[in-house]
């Protein structure tokens, strides 16, 4: 699987949602191997979306369509500044990798050098789920200098601040947690909407 995320500042979140409807209603069917995505505005206004492909040939052919051209241009037009892109074909799934059925989605960036450590600790999904059940699944995402992108589906918001605040997780997950978020970024998306083929 190849990821693409994308992010960038976004002023006008319920024309951006009708533009990526459109994508989904008239150009998906044409798009050779894309898999689905995951979508949302933060509260300071960005916009991320996280896409899967089925690969980056499949997604760079995507790229190349005119159509697809002149739909982005119209994105582009809603948008507040230019949109970032961040390419990943290093992509692990976590309990299934996700779920349209979550109420709440988090966006987590961060960089790590020891890649290893980090997908061991991400794909525990065991302990995972013992500590957070609320969390119903997961991808990584992670490009060649280390930097990734981790999506988290939860059950309902309410349930994921609930556990925040419960039993801190035992110490030596909460070292690598600690080394893996060290400089993240999250990215609270509370109205999250989602796309599959």
Request: charged content about 25%; proline content about 6%.
């Amino acid at each position: 699987m190849f990821i693409q995320v994308i992010q960038g500042p976004c002023s006008r979140p319920e024309e951006a949602h009708a533009l990526l409807d459109e994508w989904r209603r008239d150009l998906a069917p044409g798009a050779t191997g894309w898999l689905g995505g995951t979508y949302g505005c933060t509260d300071d206004g960005q916009l991320i979306g996280v896409v899967r492909f089925a690969s980056r040939e499949e997604a760079a052919a995507n790229s190349a369509r005119p159509e697809q051209g002149a739909w982005a241009d119209r994105l582009n037009a809603v948008l507040d500044g230019p949109l970032e892109f961040h390419d990943c074909d290093d992509v692990t799934l976590m309990l299934d990798g996700g779920s349209d059925q979550a109420g709440f989605v988090q966006i987590i960036r961060g960089r790590v050098d020891d890649l290893a450590r980090l997908k061991a600790m991400m794909t525990d999904t065991r302990a995972m789920h013992e500590m957070r059940p609320d969390i119903i699944g997961a991808s990584l995402a992670i490009e060649p200098d280390g930097t990734f992108t981790e999506t988290v589906a939860f059950t309902s918001e309410s349930e994921a601040r609930e556990y925040e605040k419960s039993a801190p997780p035992p110490a030596e997950v909460q070292q690598e947690l600690d080394y893996a978020f060290a400089s993240a970024t999250f990215y609270d998306l509370h109205q999250p909407w989602f796309e599959s083929r």
